[in-house]
């Protein structure tokens, strides 16, 4: 897994009573949420994502996720997002997901969209401003 060096954007989300399961921690399907609302947020914030008139939209085609150790609630967490890879239509993000200030992760996951028309919903290259963005956070080697 990837050490917090390795992650050039940083989310912190409030962990929920609701996310802890019979056994005490976050439940594995939580953090496919957290990674959707990191991946998203960035996009929102970079200009990148308009939810109700946006033109090309981001569909998810593929997830992972490997975990490492246990979260639980109250404590918050961190999320490490970059950019893995960039296709012509399609993005693949990466994120770790931390409990505040631990320095090794206790899950790593993966993201996908593909982008396609609103209307048409067949992929389309990614904008060029896009791939500028996406650019800024490409992810070098390993780290950790």
Do not use: Q
């Amino acid at each position: 897994m990837r050490g917090r060096g390795a992650y050039p954007v940083w989310r912190e989300i409030a962990t929920r009573w609701a996310d802890n399961d019979a056994y005490g921690h976050v439940n594995n399907v939580v953090h496919y949420s957290w990674f959707d609302t990191a991946v998203n947020a960035w996009l929102i914030e970079n200009g990148l994502l308009d939810v109700t008139h946006g033109d090309p939209i981001g569909l998810v085609v593929e997830t992972g996720c490997l975990y490492a150790g246990s979260l639980a609630y109250p404590e918050p967490v961190e999320i490490g997002l970059g950019v893995e890879r960039l296709g012509g239509s399609s993005v693949t993000y990466r994120l770790g997901v931390f409990a505040r200030g631990a320095a090794e992760a206790a899950a790593e996951g993966l993201f996908t969209h593909v982008y396609v028309g609103r209307e048409s919903r067949r992929p389309v290259p990614l904008p060029e401003a896009w791939r500028a963005k996406l650019e800024t956070i490409k992810l070098g080697g390993r780290d950790g």
